[in-house]
């Protein structure tokens, strides 16, 4: 996504470097690190009190440890453990020996600086911090030296650091940060702090462990789910299974009698069993017998959905590129056009989503896992009609996000049933209410006209038509009837057209609400251009690889991806029948990646992955484990959405229900995944979301090579790639 | 009626009813929540516990049903042989990335290593595809049995 800072509120360098900490350690958050603190669900607000606390991010006790106070959320990127290698990195401490918080909800202090809030999404969590973060602990380190000098008195340019220690080595004295952590307290950091060359790094571009993972072998790992509070009751909840429906009536006679259940609380659109347990919370639900007030979404069907986005997607959008003449670029050589549809998308994360919630008279207290803090402290503020001041909220590791906790509605929902609770209430959502009731990945149709002349594309007219989410989620992502992120891979055309125009046209599907889903537009966006671009050089009698290099001379970085997928692949060998090789490059979130899908496709139109060779140029790679981790899995995400992931409407409400009718891949339909990691000292790209981009454009190339079907639609339908019938 | 069940080599009681899965009676009376909720209807695996040293999804099996028998979760899992090596081998390889289905993979993976020592790619298909990473960890996972597997028995 190409949100330039300037255009945003962000956290300016002084906020960082001279920002309090407010709240604290508030939750049960454990890493190895860190002794004790498990399940002990509230902690008193922590004061720095003895601390060298020198900004928002980084306080140094007298011991010595270092706590580093994560902006972002960990739901399994492994950002945490990037960003913690990056402050320490210019902290020079000590690694072994660094403990991990929580931050709380605050913009001020850990807004995204791409975005202005406290968010994680869009890949960005290392490159929107990537130098605050360096900056911060540069003006740490800068302090201690300075702390030590003043007590050897000697110029602190004769000192060095390294493992928490401020060395002299002229006298041979050294000082650890903890002992220091109180003279530098009283320190003012320089004002142009400087960085480390890349050349010096002794952490960052190391694959190190994972500081989160230990604790996730042997269960005490903490997610939201996982919040237990003294006296609390657990609630589960069915919402209307039409789209904007109301509760009616309610029969709860057989309900009440189950052992167990507590309480059952009737909403606006949702009822709630409150019981002894989650077993009785869901069987009181299972129980009930609700009439609904089903309202105007009671004959919605995706048939009416499809019908409407594609009339919407006939007419003009919104300009949000055009460069050169799009109707000379047009009207030259041989013209080509597609239109290519994607389907809604449950997010699924393995977590369901939850939030408990104890409110009082005068305070809410939150305990989940989200990926907008500030939000959900907002929302949940406004739903007990209570002072933002007076709402904590305590976040967890995730259990995976995808986007779907980007949303504020578990947290809102559950104050609305804690309303009628004396006490804590943990409310989880069954998986069907997760699936039936998620914020979807948006229904998306693009059409793409092209022309031809030499092998080459002269003209390409791209219109994007879907959701506009940044509308809702950001506005000002969404200006002159664009949707930024709906358009963003569209405007970041990585091949060298001259005549290149793309639109916009906004088309909200009724009832449904949409929201972003690991990948957001680009997802759309790659899938379009790269398919389109395999039929393009078919059309032109080219290799799908060939073709490419052939307009991606001013795009050196991608090339090269490019060139090393095609060595690594064995690109170009034979290949048994029915078999073949896909190719899909992309830009997307400032990561320059290749990648070949081989695939097999049987008589029966089933599709089996063999191999998956992906090449990428991150720029500078943090842990350059993680980039690979995350490549696989993300590989992983997308490639399953395009075997099987479709949410359908019917009557108002969603068909599917659970993973028998929402199926995932599974370990047995796993390909081999290879990632290359190109070397590069550019500033770091986005990462956690690229993989799920890479794979179903890659995939439908390499059915389309293995059968000469061209599929233009996801998921994979496998009528149309069977074998001829004998 | 109180229910005792042995988890993790302890002698647990609590009343419940019998027809309670054991999953919420670990994750909600007895406050283990290392074993997690997926999906309720053993499709996913998150849930996985050992009865009897097997492995099985708790989110459908009644308390009631494994009274007597030996219980062993993701908190008991590093005390036996299997279980350490998968653990370690996790760790070595770098696995887990959310974390949240890994509970299940874990004990699931243990109780493949225990019942075949020497698991090949079928043998871990079988054991393993009961088992949904949203992550997409598959990969990794395949290669931590194997190297979990190569491992002397410490």
Wanted: net charge neutral; charged share 20%; glycine share 10%.
């Amino acid at each position: 996504m190409i949100l330039a800072e300037k255009n945003f509120q962000g956290v300016s360098r002084r906020t960082l470097l001279t920002g309090g900490l407010a709240g604290g350690f508030l939750l049960a958050f454990h890493l190895p690190v860190r002794a004790g603190a498990v399940n002990e669900p509230v902690q008193p607000p922590d004061d720095t009190a003895g601390k060298f606390a020198p900004n928002a991010l980084i306080r140094i006790d007298s011991s010595g440890t270092t706590t580093l106070v994560m902006p972002q959320v960990e739901m399994g990127q492994g950002v945490y453990t990037s960003i913690s290698m990056i402050l320490a990195e210019e902290l020079d401490a000590d690694f072994a020996r660094v403990a991990l918080e929580h931050a709380p909800p605050s913009d001020k202090l850990y807004g995204n600086p791409m975005f202005g809030i406290q968010a994680t999404g869009n890949s960005n969590s290392i490159r929107a911090w990537w130098p605050h973060l360096r900056t911060a602990g540069a003006g740490a380190r800068a302090m201690l030296v300075q702390a030590a000098a003043k007590q050897w008195q000697v110029d602190p340019a004769s000192c060095t650091t390294a493992n928490s220690e401020v060395m002299h080595k002229e006298s041979g004295r050294t000082l650890s940060y903890g002992e220091l952590a109180l003279a530098a307290s009283s320190e003012v950091p320089p004002k142009d702090v400087p960085l480390k060359d890349p050349k010096d790094f002794v952490l960052i571009g190391k694959p190190l462990k994972r500081l989160d993972t230990p604790d996730k072998v042997n269960g005490k790992a903490i997610y939201g789910i996982d919040a237990m509070l003294p006296n609390m009751k657990f609630a589960t909840i069915k919402t209307c299974p039409v789209f904007g429906g109301k509760v009616g009536k309610v029969d709860d006679s057989a309900a009440k009698k189950i052992p167990g259940v507590q309480k059952i609380v009737v909403s606006d659109d949702f009822v709630a069993v409150v019981g002894d347990h989650m077993w009785a919370a869901k069987k009181g639900v299972d129980a009930l017998v609700i009439d609904w007030n089903e309202g105007p979404n009671a004959q919605l069907s995706s048939s009416d959905i499809w019908r409407d986005l594609r009339a919407a997607s006939e007419k003009d959008g919104a300009v949000a590129k055009s460069v050169g003449d799009i109707a000379k670029g047009l009207s030259t050589g041989d013209r080509v056009e597609a239109a290519y549809e994607l389907p809604f998308l449950a997010h699924a994360t393995m977590e369901p989503i939850n939030a408990t919630v104890h409110l009082t008279a005068d305070s809410c207290e939150i305990w989940t896992g989200t990926q907008v803090m500030t939000r959900v402290q907002s929302e949940a503020a406004k739903a007990a009609g209570l002072p933002v001041e007076k709402v904590i909220v305590n976040n967890h590791l995730l259990g995976g996000g995808f986007g779907r906790k980007l949303e504020a509605d578990m947290a809102v929902a559950a104050v609305r049933i804690a309303k009628q609770v004396d006490g804590p209430v943990k409310v989880v959502w069954t998986r069907e209410e997760d699936i039936q009731h998620d914020v979807y990945r948006p229904v998306y149709r693009d059409t793409i006209a092209a022309t031809l002349a030499d092998g080459k594309i002269v003209g390409w007219k791209y219109r994007v038509s879907g959701s506009a989410i940044m509308a809702r989620w950001f506005p000002p992502g969404f200006q002159k009837g664009v949707d930024i992120d709906g358009v963003d891979s569209a405007i970041d055309m990585p091949y060298d057209i001259p005549n290149f125009h793309v639109e916009f046209v906004r088309a909200e599907p009724p009832g449904v609400p949409t929201g972003f889903w690991r990948g957001v537009g680009p997802n759309n966006n790659v899938f379009a251009i790269e398919s389109f671009m395999d039929e393009l050089a078919k059309k032109a009698g080219k290799d799908p690889i060939e073709f490419r290099r052939g307009m991606l001379a001013k795009n050196p970085r991608l090339l090269a991806a490019l060139n090393l997928a095609a060595e690594k692949s064995g690109w170009g060998q034979p290949l048994p029948d029915r078999v073949g090789r896909g190719v899909s490059v992309q830009p997307s979130f400032a990561s320059f990646i290749a990648t070949v899908v081989e695939a097999e496709v049987d008589q029966q139109g089933e599709v089996k992955l063999r191999r998956v060779t992906c090449v990428v140029d991150t720029g500078i790679a943090v842990n350059p484990d993680t980039v690979r981790a995350q490549l696989e899995g993300g590989l992983i995400f997308g490639l399953t959405a395009a075997l099987y992931g479709e949410v359908t409407i019917d009557k108002g409400r969603v068909q599917q229900s659970n993973f028998n009718d929402y199926r995932m891949l599974r370990i047995d339909q796993a390909p081999k995944i290879e990632v290359h990691v190109i070397q590069s000292g550019e500033a770091p790209g986005g990462i956690g979301e690229t993989g799920v981009t890479a794979g179903p454009p890659a995939l439908r190339n390499a059915i389309y090579a293995a059968t000469g079907v061209a599929l233009r639609r996801l998921p994979i339908d496998r009528s149309l790639i069977a074998g001829k019938k004998s | 009626m109180a229910t005792t069940l042995t988890i993790n080599g302890e002698a647990k009681s609590f009343e419940v009813p019998a027809e309670m899965p054991l999953l919420w009676v670990l994750r909600d009376v007895l406050g283990m929540t290392g074993t997690k909720f997926g999906c309720g209807i053993a499709q996913c695996g998150a849930c996985t516990v050992h009865i009897d040293g097997k492995a099985v999804r708790s989110c459908m099996l009644p308390v009631g049903a494994v009274r007597g028998r030996a219980v062993t979760t993701i908190e008991g899992i590093g005390a036996t042989p299997a279980g350490a090596k998968v653990q370690k081998a996790w760790l070595e390889l770098e696995v887990i990335q959310c974390g949240y289905c890994q509970s299940g993979q874990i004990m699931s993976a243990s109780a493949l290593l225990a019942a075949t020592p020497n698991p090949d790619d079928s043998d871990i298909d079988a054991a393993m595809a009961g088992n949904i990473c949203r992550c997409g960890t598959y990969v990794r996972i395949r290669a931590a049995i194997k190297q979990a597997a190569s491992q002397r028995q410490s």
